[in-house]
């Protein structure tokens, strides 16, 4: 996108990291900004592409289970004549569903070094090479009769959902303005839930789950992928990337420009001038900074806690098809309200504690946390039902009451607040302790 650096006294002017900024301002300009078409394609080009494909292949293997689990007896019997037994059967299904969040894990840790060599919008572009092998693998697996293929395919998609669930968050809340952070944050997570719904539709007997299809149904995640390339290749990076990690201001502005469709985007470019002020009096930060300082140690502990929540809800415990009737509205009931609160809010209120020094380190903590915390409850929750049945859920309600108070009592409001009045506010606490 070129614009006229003549008639734009914007681009014309220089930024000092030096100079002091009017926040008060610069939040208050920021409030005005409308959500303009360049940033819903952006927003939808970011969710459909990672967000949705993550929901997807949570909840892929969920309806064709059956049909997948008679693939690989059948594959068994062809190989040795025999046929599988019931608990050869039920680990290697286990190690199916759960090699997932394993995948999940390694891609989140790892989605901080990701997010900052190649920025938010090149990460997730390079990603999708992850994403493509993954649904070749596991389309491939019937064709060759290999069900080790299909756990091999989980893992390369979980590797790629992790630096997904990393970055989309972080991505989202760079670009939309101060108002918008949290409508953007709401749709990660409908785009998260309409992937895990659209995957459990397609995996009905009557549409993909059959013995003829499940393989279209586990690689269907590759038409978000090729969506993500042609749209989001057609939107910029992230500003605040390129103003504070790249120190390029006008490639910052114009990207500001594009997403906003104004020419003026000078409150923005101050609110992050100033940033990079306080930035640039500080080091650059470790994993090992980041548990030691004295001002980071809250905001973590409140990032680590919420994708605690979000987890620990007892949102993917499966198997519950003791549930009828009224438990069926009251389980809608809890998702609907999970998926405005503990379900949207952790993904993206990492982004809001931090800045940009630490940021990245702190998203890579927080995601591994989440998906361990998954993997966790993949393990535990199936022993929980056996044992127990219909109180198998009492531990969830327990820990959300934990997580409320704990919200109540720690988690501070951060609407309406930039990233600058956020860090200053822990500062301030951490001084006074």
């Known amino acids: 996108m070129e614009v006229d650096r003549e008639d734009c006294p914007l681009l014309h002017k220089k930024h000092n990291v030096d100079e002091e900024i009017d926040v008060v ?3 208050e300009n920021s409030k005005k900004r409308d959500f303009t078409g360049n940033l819903a394609l952006s927003i939808f080009a970011c969710v459909l ?9 949570t909840g892929v293997v969920n309806s064709p289970a059956k049909v997948i689990k008679s693939f690989y007896n059948e594959t068994y019997i062809n190989r040795t004549g025999s046929a599988m037994s019931s608990s050869t059967l039920t680990v290697l299904w286990a ?3 759960s090699i997932f969040a394993v995948g999940g894990m390694i891609g989140g840790f790892s989605a901080g070094y990701w997010a900052n060599r190649f920025g938010r919008r090149g990460a997730l572009l390079r990603n999708n090479v992850l994403a493509v092998i993954g649904a070749l693998v596991l389309f491939s697996s019937k064709y060759a009769k290999s069900y080790e293929m299909l756990i091999v395919g989980r893992f390369i998609i979980g590797i790629n959902a992790g630096i997904n669930t990393g970055i989309a968050p972080l991505y989202l809340s760079e670009i939309a303005p101060l108002s918008l952070r949290g409508f953007c944050g709401t749709l990660n997570q409908l785009a998260i839930c309409s992937g895990v719904m659209t995957s459990q539709i397609l ?3 009557y549409v993909l789950g059959t013995d003829d299809l499940w393989q279209f149904a586990v690689g269907f995640s590759v038409i978000p992928v090729i969506f993500q390339l042609c749209t989001l290749s057609c939107c910029p990076e992230s500003p605040r990337y390129l103003f504070l990690t790249k120190d390029e201001v006008d490639d ?3 990207a500001l420009q594009w997403l906003r469709k104004s020419i003026d985007v000078s409150d923005e470019i101050d609110e ?17 900074d980041l548990l030691k300082s004295p001002s980071l140690k809250a905001p973590l502990i409140i990032s680590l806690v919420m994708q605690l929540s979000s987890q620990f809800s007892g949102i993917n415990a499966r198997d519950i098809e003791w549930l009828k009737y009224i438990c069926i509205i009251a389980v809608i009931v809890y998702i609907m309200f999970f998926a405005s609160g503990p379900g949207s809010i952790p993904w993206f209120f990492v982004a809001e504690l931090f800045a940009q020094g630490p940021r990245t380190a702190a998203v890579s903590v927080a995601v591994l946390v989440n998906w361990f915390s998954n993997f966790i409850i993949g393990l535990v929750f199936p022993i929980l039902q056996e044992t127990y049945a219909q109180y198998s859920f009492i531990p969830f309600v327990v820990l959300l009451a934990v997580f409320w108070f704990y919200t109540l009592l720690r988690v501070p409001e951060t609407k309406g607040k930039t990233i600058e009045e956020i860090t200053a506010l822990f500062q301030k606490k951490a001084i006074n302790n």
């Open 252 to 254: 910052a502005e114009i």
């Open 203 to 205: 995996g009905l007997s």
């Open 272 to 288: 992050m001038a100033s940033e990079k002020l306080a930035q640039s009096k500080s080091k650059k930060f470790s994993f090992g």
């Open 95 to 97: 190690i199916t569903v």
């Open 25 to 27: 301002n610069v939040t």
């Open 49 to 57: 592409g990672s967000s949705f494909q993550f929901g997807y292949n």
